[in-house]
């Protein structure tokens, strides 16, 4: 089969689609054809060897598809079952092996690209707003990259739940991508010499009660400054980079602040857990309290620019790798998502894959 193969980490070129051996299940594993392989920051960190996996590796950890063989023991999925799943290594590929016991079943009505572009960055907002912070009705809250996938979802929620989201982007396009989730002001964070002044400037000169931020080294200064006396600062990536080292004092003196650096993996550690949270945000897509958008759709060997594309900052939205469809989805080729839900990257020169219920 296909996929795209890391054996030295460094940037996007070292993503290289290669012939690979067809995966096999072991004890309590499933083989699932991917229809669809979301593309996160943690993709680029595992190629950069940020977070290290042993070499060679197939990077992506978020996907959904057909279970097409199970292994002994295997009792959560049984073959031809529509499913997803999150913080698995290997979905840039045809094929992966998943554990049997982190498969999200799907249901009728969520399709398969609607599920790799939302299971990981919607149960992460998820645990954001409800465990780490929660989030109550008249909250003023921040939200660093408002316009990307996981700052779209984040100010849909927080919305939703009776926020008031001031959002930061870097250009005017992106804000008003984010106002239309929901936010209530947008920071042009190019546009300000300081940041945490203007934001308080908009919430009537306070502090916030909490920032939530995935960009990390360039925004956390500003993250801090833009507290109230015992808030809270979410940090919950590093896509500008990892923070520096810092004296925890500093939290003292900027009014006894708090600080957390959650992961997804501990707040769907057991499998009850992870079920509840995925039904979650499938009823807040059922709902359209999240709306989930697909911007760039791209082929395995175009794996490279899609992580050029995410880190340049070139886009907003969701990004999907799609692999070539298979035997399964050739014989069930029709789509279970709304044209609405889902987009097309303008100038994409990728065909469109249709995909498979």
């Not at 070129?13 to 392989?37: F, K, M, N």
């Not at 660093?144 to 009776?162: D, E, F, K, P």
């Not at 005017?172 to 920071?187: D, N, P």
């Not at 300000?192 to 925004?219: C, I, K, M, S, Y």
């Amino acid at each position: 089969m296909r996929a795209i193969q890391v054996y030295e980490v460094g940037g996007p070129e070292v993503l290289q689609e290669a012939e690979v051996d067809q995966p096999r299940p072991g004890p309590g594993e499933a083989v699932v054809e991917v229809a669809a392989s979301g593309v996160n920051f943690l993709d680029v960190y595992h190629r950069e060897g940020r977070y290290s996996l042993p070499l060679p590796f197939t990077p992506g950890t978020e996907g959904a598809g057909t279970v097409v063989e199970v292994g002994p023991g295997v009792a959560d999925v049984a073959v031809g079952d529509r499913v997803g799943w999150v913080e698995i290594p290997g979905t840039y590929a045809e094929r992966a092996v998943v554990d049997s016991s982190r498969l999200v079943p799907l249901p009728d009505d969520i399709g398969f690209e609607t599920a790799a572009a939302v299971l990981l960055q919607g149960m992460t907002a998820h645990y954001l707003v409800k465990d780490a912070y929660p989030v109550q009705g008249g909250d003023t809250v921040l939200v660093h990259a408002a316009a990307g996938g996981m700052g779209l979802l984040l100010t849909q929620l927080i919305t939703h739940l009776g926020g008031r989201v001031i959002g930061t982007t870097s250009t005017t396009a992106k804000a008003e991508l984010a106002k239309r989730a929901g936010a209530a002001e947008v920071v042009l964070s190019s546009a300000v010499d300081d940041l945490a002044a203007e934001v308080r400037r908009l919430n009537g000169g306070q502090g916030l009660p909490v920032v939530f931020d995935g960009v990390g080294a360039h925004t956390f200064d500003a993250s801090l400054a833009s507290l109230r006396t015992r808030g809270h600062l979410v940090l919950f990536g590093a896509a500008s980079g990892a923070v520096p080292p810092f004296d925890p004092i500093r939290l003292a003196h900027g009014g006894s602040l708090t600080l957390i650096r959650p992961s997804l993996g501990h707040f769907i550690a057991d499998r009850s857990e992870l079920l509840r949270r995925a039904a979650d945000v499938f009823e807040w897509v059922r709902s359209k309290a999240l709306e989930v958008t697909v911007t760039g759709r791209y082929a395995l060997s175009e794996a490279a620019r899609a992580h050029s594309d995410l880190e340049a900052r070139r886009t907003t939205g969701k990004l999907l790798v799609v692999p070539p469809p298979g035997r399964i989805a050739r014989r069930r080729p029709h789509s279970t998502v709304s044209p609405d839900v889902v987009g097309r990257r303008p100038g994409q020169p990728v065909s469109r894959v249709e995909e498979r219920p």
